[in-house]
T-cell receptor, first 110, second 116 residues
Framework: RKEVEQDPGPFNVPEGATVAFNCTYS??????FFWYRQDCRKEPKLLMS???SGNEDGRFTAQLNRASQYISLLIRDSKLSDSATYLC???????????FGIGTKLQVIP | EAGVAQSPRYKIIEKRQSVAFWCNPI?????LYWYQQILGQGPKLLIQ????????DSQLPKDRFSAERLKGVDSTLKIQPAKLEDSAVYLC??????????????FGPGTRLTVL
């Protein structure tokens, strides 16, 4: 089993739709979690950290489910500008080993 | 504030040649990462430095890849000799002091390597 698994998609959704991505991780000792956004041929940029209590930033909501070992990202009212690849990042181990998922590609269509 | 700088931006070499990449992190950032991103995949961590010490190099192919961060600031990643499968984007990232895994990583623009 991969350390971090994501559905690569693509997810094609119409503008205004709500879309959710999940990311599962295998190491139960994982301690910190993030969602990064990567535009085509660009570098990844932090979208949001994922806290145990869940967190929201505008149209974006991130949640952590430790029991089932997954994190999720919910995007409401999708915009064309949300089209990108969303990378799940999990840090685990004694010195916070960093593992990226393969990324989920989102395409918002007019 | 200046971001993470990388050079060159693009490099084309033939297999069995050598190549080196340079990264200058954001000033004051203690942790520096090198990633390999193959087309269609997520970034794969090659090596992580904390100041000038190596924290994790478990996925670095040490028979051909090497990296150093001698003064705890900028860093170089070398491939010698290159193979076709090394074609990828090499990303450098840095993060500020503190528990490394809890901090945001700031990425440079990457070096796109093509091995022919």
């Amino acid at each position: 089993r991969k350390e971090v698994e994501q559905d690569p998609g693509p997810f094609n959704v119409p503008e205004g739709a709500t879309v959710a991505f999940n990311c599962t991780y295998s190491n139960s000792a994982s301690q910190s979690f993030f969602w990064y956004r990567q535009d085509c041929r660009k570098e990844p940029k932090l979208l949001m950290s994922v806290y145990s209590s869940g967190n929201e930033d505008g149209r974006f909501t991130a949640q952590l489910n430790r029991a089932s070992q997954y994190i999720s990202l919910l995007i409401r009212d999708s915009k064309l500008s949300d089209s990108a690849t969303y990378l799940c990042v999990v840090n685990s181990g004694g010195y916070q080993k960093v593992t990226f998922g393969i990324g989920t590609k989102l395409q918002v269509i007019p | 504030e200046a971001g993470v700088a990388q050079s060159p931006r693009y490099k084309i070499i033939e297999k069995r040649q050598s190549v080196a990449f340079w990264c200058n992190p954001i000033s004051g950032h203690a942790t520096l990462y090198w990633y390999q991103q193959i087309l269609g995949q997520g970034p794969k961590l090659l090596i992580q430095f904390q100041n000038n010490g190596v924290v994790d190099d478990s996925q670095l192919p040490k028979d051909r890849f090497s990296a150093e961060r001698l003064k705890g600031v900028d860093s170089t990643l070398k491939i010698q000799p290159a193979k076709l499968e090394d074609s990828a984007v090499y990303l450098c990232a840095s993060s500020p002091p503190g528990l490394a895994g809890n901090n945001e990583q700031f990425f440079g623009p990457g070096t796109r390597l093509t091995v022919l």
